[in-house]
């Protein structure tokens, strides 16, 4: 199983940014998929997730600002980060939710700064 995270960088106050996560190694089409963040010196904390229905479920911090979809044929989940905040910075990892319990990508790092 491999989620390979891509998409973080510097952006500034009020930017955007579009996380992608492919995975391989799993059925994807039937994966809980979503994304966690782990800002400096703080615990990781959920953002979003999709079911394979394609319903979504956010974040308090993230509702209105973020949006989770997915791409089955492609095997890959997407976070479109918009008014993004400083508060934002942090590594952002995917996960899928397996029956086994949650497996995880490498992480992307989003830095929100002027």
């Known amino acids: 199983v491999q989620l390979q995270a891509s998409g973080g960088g510097l952006v500034q106050p009020g930017g955007s940014l579009r996380l992608s996560c492919a995975a391989s190694g799993i059925i994807f089409s039937s994966s809980i998929m979503g994304w966690y963040r782990q800002a400096p010196g703080k615990e990781r904390e959920w953002v979003a997730s999709i079911s394979s229905g394609r319903r979504m479920n956010y974040a308090d911090s993230a509702k209105g600002r973020f949006t989770i979809s997915r791409d089955n044929a492609k095997n890959t989940v997407y976070l479109q980060m918009n008014s993004l905040k400083p508060d934002d910075t942090a590594v952002y990892y995917c996960?899928?939710?397996?029956?086994?319990?949650?497996?995880w990508g490498q992480g992307t790092l989003v830095t929100v700064s002027s």
């Open positions: 996960f899928a939710r397996l029956s086994g319990g949650n497996v």
